[in-house]
């Protein structure tokens, strides 16, 4: 069966630090991979998705990038946070085919302090 | 045209009573409609879904109800539990149009508080 991780689960750093966030998918092939951000109380909001190696789209404009070094590696990443950047971080896969669903990981509770 | 409207945004059942919540779109170009459970501090759990090829789809107390004509959707929860507490997302996607579709554009959740 197909499972997802993410990593870490919770994270406090520092306005103007470095991010990386790491999700992994095992059990499936060239699944389609997305990052969402959750604000507190809020909807999902789609910051990247990608179809495959190297490909990334970004949703939203921001201080943040994604990467996928890896058929099932997806890693989010900021140069310099900003006290915004601050939420609820979602790592989802779905299969690379057809309108299936998308699956969540637990997420990254992430604080800029 | 991309929206998902759900309501409400939150919602008080007493234990044994039925939840509802409702979502309507207008993208007619939408044919999955999943909902989603989340638990605090957990990610959003496929719950059920619906193909609008048929107008209602169940498993257990959940159903969803479909209707095509009002571009309307909803999930019944039956003899709610304190256990269901939790924020629910409805959610839909398109038939395949390209690199990148299947996007899937969430409501903006519902939060049931379900009271002994």
């Known amino acids: 069966s197909q499972t997802i991780h993410q990593w870490p689960a919770t994270l406090v750093q520092p306005v103007g630090s470095p991010l990386s966030l790491e999700c992994t998918v095992e059990g499936t092939s060239n699944p389609n991979l997305y990052w969402y951000r959750q604000a507190a109380g809020r909807g999902l909001q789609l910051l990247f998705y990608?179809?495959?190696?190297?490909?990334i789209s970004s949703e939203v404009p921001q201080n943040l990038s994604a990467s996928r070094p890896q058929d099932r590696q997806f890693i989010l990443s900021s140069k310099k946070l900003l006290l915004s950047d601050s939420g609820f971080y979602l790592c989802a896969w779905r299969q690379g085919f057809g309108n299936q669903p998308q699956h969540f990981g637990d997420g990254t509770r992430l604080s800029i302090l | 045209q991309q929206q998902v409207k759900q309501s409400p945004q939150s919602l008080i059942v007493q234990k044994g009573g039925i939840s509802i919540i409702n979502c309507a779109y207008e993208n007619t170009a939408f044919d999955y409609f999943p909902w989603y459970q989340q638990f605090p501090g957990k990610g959003p759990a496929l719950l059920i879904a619906?193909?609008?090829?048929?107008s209602e789809k169940k498993e257990g107390r959940f159903t969803i109800s479909f209707n095509k004509s009002a571009k309307q959707f909803s999930l019944h929860i039956m003899d709610s539990q304190p256990g269901d507490s939790a924020t629910y997302f409805c959610?839909?996607?398109?038939?395949?149009?390209?690199?990148?579709?299947?996007?899937?554009?969430f409501g903006k959740g519902t939060k049931l508080s379900v009271i002994p």
């Open positions: 990608s179809v495959g190696i190297g490909q």
């Open positions: 959610a839909a996607s398109p038939t395949y149009s390209g690199a990148g579709s299947y996007q899937l554009t």
């Open positions: 619906i193909r609008p090829d048929v």
